[in-house]
């Protein structure tokens, strides 16, 4: 049996979809990447593009960097670029691969999904929740730091200029002159 571990680690997020690329599901199947694309070709009317596409050779590139496990050589790289499958190709993989252990890895592959999807659904609950509970309390800590800042700076303290002023009622010239009697 397949390791559900497994299984997850060769899912990919690729054009906004969930997928396991051709030779990860060869692994899988415990048959060489070139025998399940031939099985594949043999039955294209199956799989339309939203079950399986090709990647393009800027995807396989930037699928390629993300890998580390490289190998140095001739002939030890993909001559083609590699195939993605959506989970609903991968369910058509069992017509066409027919042995017990495709369908034993078909039903591996398909809890899998379902479980990622069961997650995702959770964490969407989750963040709609926590939004709900930010935008409910996002008025009454707005006016509780409003506070905290107002009291951590005071207002500056008004300087008074340098100089005489005159008192009120008298005018500025008055002052400076001497008294006469």
């Known amino acids: 049996m397949v390791a559900a571990q497994r299984i997850e680690r060769a899912i990919l997020l ?3 979809q969930k997928v396991i690329l051709d030779a990860d599901l060869a692994v899988l199947y415990g048959v060489p990447t070139g025998a399940l694309i031939q ?3 043999r039955n294209l009317v199956r799989f339309p593009s939203d079950f399986m596409f090709q990647l393009t050779r800027a995807e396989a590139v930037a699928l390629r960097s993300q890998t580390v496990n490289l ?6 790289h993909r001559k083609y670029l590699p195939y993605a499958f959506t989970q609903e190709g991968v369910a058509m993989l069992s017509s066409v691969l027919r042995s ?3 369908v034993q ?3 591996a592959i398909m809890r899998v999904f379902v479980r990622l999807r069961g997650m995702l659904a959770s964490n969407e609950a989750l963040a709609r929740r926590l939004d ?4 409910k309390y996002d008025a ?6 409003d506070a905290i800042r107002r009291l951590m700076s005071p207002p500056a303290a008004g300087r008074r200029a340098i100089g005489f002023r005159p008192l009120p ?3 500025s010239v008055s002052r400076l002159r001497p008294h006469r009697a």
């Open 71 to 76: 190998e140095r050589g001739r002939g030890k």
């Open 105 to 107: 890895v078909n039903i």
């Open 140 to 145: 009454r800590f707005r006016a509780v730091f």
């Open 100 to 102: 017990s252990r495709a």
């Open 132 to 135: 709900a509970l930010e935008k």
């Open 39 to 41: 099985a594949v070709k």
């Open 14 to 16: 690729i054009r906004g």
């Open 169 to 171: 009622g008298e005018d």
